[in-house]
């Protein structure tokens, strides 16, 4: 597929995609490297307009230089933001609030602290981006697992045969320093490859996952 249908195919997304408004988005695409340029109203959108172009077929790499913008009336002050993360975390479940620490600036939310868990890395993270006022997120939350790692490598490949053995054959597990996981090879779409990476981070032990899957 050359990149004129591809980037066709993008912007079809993004107007069918009933989260975004494409209006003040930009596709261009190069080698199935595709850029979104403009401006959204909340990083929500900016999220889903990434995703939406992720869907797509041939899209090898996206570069998201989308601005999140709010409008006057939607602005909120840092400490406000502050405030309604830290209680949103509080709340949520899956989250460790206790062992996290937040901090703002012009709208930027920082999360940082450790958990046991990527999954609760990931979950402060979701529940933190979808308040208004938020301009992004940066999650520097550390996984630091508290049992040893054990046969890390021979978990992810059986948890890849079980679920789906045929791509697993195409995909290399490798660990360095007992609990640091690469991924290497080829997957189909993007969906696939963070598949294998939920997959590598479900494996007791794990602190970090280099994911290097290509996008046939």
Same mark, same amino acid.
């Given at each position: 597929m050359n990149d004129i249908s591809v980037r066709q195919n993008v912007l079809d997304e993004l107007q069918y995609e009933p989260s975004v408004n494409?209006?003040?988005?930009?596709?261009?695409?190069?080698?199935?490297?595709?850029?979104?340029?403009?401006?959204?109203?909340?990083?929500?959108?900016?999220?889903?307009?990434?995703?939406?172009?992720?869907?797509?077929?041939?899209?090898?790499?996206?570069?998201?230089?989308?601005?999140?913008?709010?409008?006057?009336?939607?602005? /909120?002050?840092?400490?406000?933001?502050?405030?309604?993360?830290?209680?949103?975390?509080?709340?949520?479940? /899956?989250?460790?609030?206790?062992?996290?620490?937040?901090?703002?600036?012009?709208?930027?939310?920082?999360?940082?602290?450790q958990v046991d868990w990527n999954f609760q890395r990931r979950a402060a993270e979701s529940a933190v981006r979808k308040l208004s006022g938020v301009r992004g997120v940066n999650n520097d939350i550390v996984v630091k697992p508290r049992v040893e790692p054990t046969d890390i490598r021979q978990k992810i490949e059986a948890a890849l045969k079980r679920r789906a053995e045929a791509e697993a054959r195409e995909i290399r597990v490798s660990v360095e320093g007992g609990n640091h996981v690469i991924l290497e090879g080829t997957v189909d779409s993007w969906d696939d490859r963070f598949a294998v990476e939920n997959v590598a981070w479900a494996a007791e032990g794990v602190k970090s996952v280099d994911t290097r899957l290509k996008i046939a």
């Open positions: 494409a209006a003040h988005i930009g596709v261009t695409a190069e080698g199935g490297v595709i850029t979104l340029t403009g401006h959204v109203d909340t990083y929500a959108e900016k999220l889903q307009a990434e995703k939406a172009a992720r869907r797509i077929k041939g899209v090898r790499a996206i570069a998201d230089d989308i601005v999140v913008r709010h409008a006057f009336d939607k602005k /909120m002050a840092d400490d406000e933001i502050a405030s309604r993360a830290l209680s949103i975390l509080k709340w949520d479940a /899956m989250v460790s609030a206790a062992a996290l620490t937040v901090t703002v600036r012009d709208g930027w939310i920082s999360l940082s602290g």
